[in-house]
């Protein structure tokens, strides 16, 4: 994770959407035109490629902890099966986000005011 997110990185002292709790989209918009185009596309790559595969690895390292953890309890097998699935909880979230900030990353200048608050509703969900 140190190796690989900061070389994801780009210029704009202002940093990436997803490390924001909430946002408007007046909030989004300044921070997507602060990336400027070389940060944007940088920014893209970044949450197509790590930003997906980070949480997909660590959901499922996380739903087979939780299986170890669980072995030999006399949880109810279809608890376990809930209890287990639970990092998908996050996982979810997070690749919708990614989703939408790509997508808004991409259709700059055009502004997309309904998928900046979807977006950001999957930032908080997560």
């Known amino acids: ?20 709790f909430a946002y408007s989209p ?28 980070y949480p997909l690895v ?9 299986t170890l953890a669980l072995k030999g309890t006399n949880l109810n097998a279809n608890w376990q099966c809930i209890v287990t699935c639970l990092p998908l909880s996050v996982l979810v979230p997070d690749l919708i986000e990614n989703t939408g900030i790509v997508t808004l990353l991409k259709s700059r200048p055009t502004r997309l005011n309904t998928l900046v608050a979807a977006t950001s509703l999957a930032t908080s969900a997560k």
Not at 34 to 40: A, P, Q
Not at 58 to 66: C, E, K, P, Q
């Open 1 to 20: 994770m140190l190796y690989v997110f900061p070389d994801s990185g780009f210029e704009s002292n202002v940093g990436p959407l997803d490390l924001e």
């Open 26 to 53: 007046e909030t989004a918009y300044v921070m997507i035109e602060s990336y400027g185009e070389e940060g944007r596309w940088r920014y893209a790559i970044s949450a197509m490629t790590v930003d997906v595969a």
């Open 58 to 66: 660590y959901a499922l390292l996380f739903m087979v902890w939780i």
